[in-house]
C-alpha cells in the first residue's frame, strides 16, 4: 500500500526566512512519481513539481528547490527567503506508474510572518 | 480564462435538498476528478472519469452521483446529505488516465458545501 507521511501539521516563520517542509512516502513499487501541489486560501491545488523515482537530481525553481533522496524515501521542499505569499497549506502525494490515484498527505499549513 | 472553473464556490443547503456541483475544465484533457476535503483528513478521491467513463468510484455513498456528459465537463448530484457530508469538494483533470502526462492534475478552486 502506499503512504505518505508529512509530520508537520503547522509551521511557522518570519518572512525571509528559509523553510524546509518534509515528506516521507511508502510504497513497495520501483516506478513512482512524487508531487508537491500548493493550496492557498482560495482553495485551489496548484501544481508545483512532479518527479519520477528513476530522477534523483534535486530540483530548483525560483525560491523553491526540491531534495528527493531514494534512500530514505524522502522528498522535501524549501522555501528560500519566503515571502507572506507562500502562506498556504502544502501537499505531498504519491502516485504509481500502475494507477491513476495520488496518494496525498495530509498536508503542512505554513504561516508566513510579516 | 483559469483552467478548471468549479460552480458554485459556495453552497448551503438542507438535508432534504437536492442541487449540483458543477466543473469545468478548458484545458482539453480527458480524465476528470471529483475529491472530498474534510477538516483535518487526507484529500479523498471519490470518482474518475477517463473519456467519459467513470473507471473509479471509492465506495462513495449512493447520495452523490456523479455525470460526465462530455470530457470538459463533470457534475456532482447531491440529495438527502448528511451534515457530516460538508467539506471543500474539488474538482480535477488530467491530460489521461495513462501516458507520460497521465497523472499531473489541475484543480479548480471547489464548492464550499455546508450541510445543515
Known amino acids: 500500500a502506499q503512504k505518505v507521511t508529512q509530520a508537520q501539521t503547522e509551521i511557522s516563520v518570519v518572512e525571509k526566512e528559509d523553510v524546509t517542509l518534509d515528506c516521507v512516502y511508502e510504497t513497495r513499487d520501483t516506478t513512482y512519481y512524487l508531487f508537491w501541489y500548493k493550496q492557498p486560501p482560495s482553495g485551489e491545488l496548484v501544481f508545483l513539481i512532479r518527479?519520477?523515482?528513476?530522477?534523483?537530481q534535486n530540483e530548483i525553481s525560483g525560491r523553491y528547490s526540491w531534495n528527493f533522496q531514494k534512500s530514505t524515501s524522502s522528498f522535501n521542499f524549501t522555501i528560500t527567503a519566503s515571502q507572506v505569499v507562500d502562506s498556504a497549506v502544502y501537499f505531498c502525494a504519491l502516485s504509481v506508474n500502475r494507477d491513476d490515484k495520488i496518494i496525498f498527505g495530509k498536508g503542512t499549513r505554513l504561516h508566513i510572518l510579516p | 480564462e483559469t483552467g478548471v472553473t468549479q460552480t458554485p464556490r459556495h453552497l448551503v443547503m438542507g438535508m432534504t435538498n437536492k442541487k449540483s456541483l458543477k466543473c469545468e475544465q478548458h484545458l482539453g484533457h480527458n480524465a476528470m476528478y471529483w475529491y472530498k476535503q474534510s477538516a483535518k483528513k487526507p484529500l479523498e478521491l471519490m470518482f474518475v472519469y477517463s473519456l467519459e467513463e467513470r473507471v473509479e468510484n471509492n465506495s462513495v455513498p449512493s447520495r452523490f452521483s456523479p455525470e460526465c456528459p462530455n470530457s470538459s465537463h463533470l457534475f456532482l448530484h447531491l440529495h438527502t446529505l448528511q451534515p457530516e457530508d460538508s467539506a471543500l469538494y474539488l474538482c480535477?483533470?488530467?491530460?489521461?488516465?495513462?501516458?507520460?502526462?497521465?497523472?499531473?492534475?489541475?484543480f479548480g478552486a471547489g464548492t464550499r458545501l455546508s450541510v445543515l
Open positions: 518527479r519520477n523515482s528513476f530522477d534523483e
Open positions: 480535477a483533470s488530467s491530460q489521461d488516465t495513462a501516458g507520460r502526462d497521465k497523472n499531473i492534475q489541475y
